[in-house]
């Protein structure tokens, strides 16, 4: 072992002693116990959290899912491998989300039209009018400051008792028949975190990938995009000002969320595009985002497929939690061609696409949801997301208090909750 860092065997031995300590000195949940040695000039933290939940991934849905979980008293842990919360829609740069509203009236709400909301109104900006049908099914999204956005999440977050660990990544996850143990590492700490129930809203499935549970995934997939802005960066105007304009993109082929080695290969070649069109134009580089956003790597297998079928027929599911909507939006290499929803069509999310097939004790929420890819083209946008977030940390918070297992919480539980917290429930 080299002197300074703690090796595996010992990491298990400090984790044990964490572990006994936070049982017989009966603190509350969520709160960490800390072993740490000093050598050298470093500190190797070693965190034993008890949680009730354990939200993975603070991107799109993962913000909502802890949110609505800790305001439903349950003890949330959050851990995010970046540096910021909303995922794509901060970090990524697609900080116009979409789709509130359907067909004249608002089919989304709840916690993440609050933080949209907010955000919005604190820039001084204008939300949309959604008496108004639009004529093209992107005049709706809204507009946020990417910035504001992700700092507003954090306090919603910090008000609700939500712990955030950014740096953060699950190693190891194993089940035990108290929960679940998932040991992280984060540069400079490990963490074990004790946890009764996992959202898992890495948007790719991730936590569901390390325990084996069956995933889907096209033979092909979308494109990732890198966005950035030459030039104009800083052009005044509420639609164009700093955080909301409209930056430009540029494809990148290939990109895939799945380890920190795909998301590199993605970040370089999109970059790389980047620099090539700023030689090509002789342009200033006035706006980059930190990282590519990602489209497509992938879904879970849930009890409930959602097909394409389901989707363009508005199928009312009867364990239907939220609705979506937006065109079947699949990105190839020759561009997009959204196919729009028959007027009237207003698609719904069940539970049951939220849980991978044959597990306990799991739930995910975001674009992983279980569906065939050209469903998934349309489910995958943010204000579905955060719909889907709402709604598994309800059910993984009320699964915690009914010591059971998100499946098994009666649906009008789940439905009430959400009602309670502001959210849309669809209804036949
Ligand atoms: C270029 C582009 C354009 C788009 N255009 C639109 C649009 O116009 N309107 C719209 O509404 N939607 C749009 N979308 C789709 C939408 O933005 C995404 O599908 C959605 O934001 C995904 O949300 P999510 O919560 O599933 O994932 P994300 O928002 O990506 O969140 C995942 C989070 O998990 C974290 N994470 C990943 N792995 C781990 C791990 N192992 N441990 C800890 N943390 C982890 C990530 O850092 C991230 O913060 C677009 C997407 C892209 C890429």
């Given at each position: 072992m080299e002197d300074g860092h703690i090796g595996r065997r010992q990491f298990m031995q400090h984790s044990a002693a964490g572990v006994a300590l936070a049982a017989s000195s009966?603190?509350?949940?969520?709160t960490d116990h800390t072993s740490q040695r000093r050598s050298a000039g470093k500190t190797e933290g070693l965190v034993v959290t008890q949680a009730d939940v354990l939200v993975v991934g603070g991107g799109t849905a993962g913000t909502i899912a802890a949110i609505q979980a800790a305001r439903a008293g349950a003890k949330t842990t959050l851990i995010e491998?970046?540096?910021?919360?909303?995922?794509?829609?901060t970090t990524g740069g697609v900080?116009?989300?979409?789709?509130?509203?359907a067909w004249g009236k608002q089919i989304i709400a709840g916690i993440g039209w609050e933080l949209v909301r907010e955000s919005v109104e604190l820039d001084g900006g204008k939300l949309p009018d959604f008496a108004r049908v639009p004529?093209?099914?992107?005049?709706n999204q809204v507009r946020v400051n990417q910035f504001l956005y992700a700092i507003l999440a954090e306090e919603k977050c910090e008000q609700a008792g939500i712990q955030i660990a950014y740096y953060e990544f699950p190693q190891e996850v194993t089940g035990s028949p108290d929960g679940w143990r998932v040991d992280c590492a984060g540069f400079g700490t490990r963490r074990r975190v004790l946890c009764k129930q996992i959202v898992d809203c890495t948007g790719g499935a991730e936590v569901v990938g390390m325990l084996n549970l069956p995933r889907l995934r096209g033979e092909q997939t979308q494109p990732g995009s890198i966005l950035f802005k030459l030039d104009?960066?800083?052009?005044?105007?509420?639609?164009?000002?700093?955080?909301?304009g409209l930056l430009d993109s540029l494809y990148v082929h290939?990109?895939?969320?799945?380890?920190s080695r795909t998301v590199t290969a993605a970040n370089l070649k999109g970059r790389k595009s980047v620099l090539d069109r700023v030689r090509k134009e002789r342009?200033?580089?006035?706006h980059l985002q930190p990282e590519a956003g990602f489209r497509e790597s992938y879904r879970i297998e849930g009890k409930t497929v959602i097909t394409v079928d389901d989707y363009t027929s508005g199928r009312l599911f009867e364990d239907a939690v939220c609705y979506a909507f937006y065109p079947v939006d699949l990105h190839t290499r020759s561009g997009v061609k959204p196919r729009p929803l028959a007027r009237g069509t207003v698609p719904t999310v069940p539970l049951s696409a939220l849980v991978p097939k044959g597990s306990r004790n799991i739930i995910v929420a975001g674009?992983?949801?279980?569906?065939d890819r050209l469903a998934n083209s349309g489910l995958r946008v943010q204000a579905s997301c955060m719909a889907m977030g709402q709604a598994a940390g309800a059910a993984a918070a009320l699964a915690v208090r009914k010591n059971t297992t998100p499946l098994d919480v009666p649906i009008e539980d789940i439905r009430e909750m959400l009602r309670r917290h502001g959210a849309i429930v669809p209804t036949a």
């Open positions: 009966n603190l509350a949940l969520g491998r970046g540096s910021q919360l909303g995922g794509t829609t900080s116009f989300p979409g789709l509130f509203d004529e093209r099914h992107w005049e104009k960066a800083n052009s005044p105007g509420r639609r164009n000002g700093p955080g909301t290939g990109a895939d969320s799945t380890n342009k200033r580089l006035m674009r992983c949801v279980s569906s």
